[in-house]
């Protein structure tokens, strides 16, 4: 019975990955180093090619964040600030990324429009078939650095 639901699993996580994948980078941070008389800061980052990774729909929700004296002094004239915030899941088969872990610290590229996502929650998928990642966009990441390899490279 085991063995049908993740043959049955693998059969969607399948299907999904040929109807809906895209190439997609899996970028993980595995060094920094600063140079402390010129404060340059050297990162080596992994990376993982994935051909056909599964994206979900996004979502986008309004957020409000309160200004600092209201938090402190509770006071009637405060400010704050509208941002939108764009969340959406990936869903990674396991076997595309072999020995390749994923934290939080974890960033995902999808190559055809080169947008960065950070991993903000890491989840599984029926027997550990696939990792099922709800991401972030996140401006003003430079991937320019980061080559479209599998190998660790570094970036200034």
């Known amino acids: 019975m085991r063995q049908n639901n993740l043959r049955q699993n693998r059969r969607i996580i399948y299907d999904l990955k040929r109807k809906e994948g895209l190439r997609i980078q899996v970028i993980k941070a595995s060094d920094t180093e600063v140079e402390v008389c010129t404060g340059d800061i050297d990162r080596t980052y992994q990376t993982r090619m994935v051909k056909k990774g599964i994206l979900m729909p996004q979502d986008r929700i309004r957020n409000f964040v ?91």
């Open 66 to 156: 309160y200004d600092l004296a209201f938090i402190a002094a509770n006071k009637n004239f405060t400010s704050g600030g509208f941002f939108d915030k764009d969340t959406r899941f990936f869903m990674i088969d396991r076997r595309d990324l072999r020995n390749f872990t994923i934290n939080l610290s974890t960033y995902i590229r999808v190559i055809h429009s080169n947008i960065v996502y950070v991993v903000k929650r890491i989840g599984n998928y029926e027997e550990n078939a696939a990792y099922i990642l709800q991401v972030q966009h996140i401006d003003g990441f430079d991937v320019s650095d980061i080559p479209l390899e599998n190998s660790p490279s570094p970036s200034p």
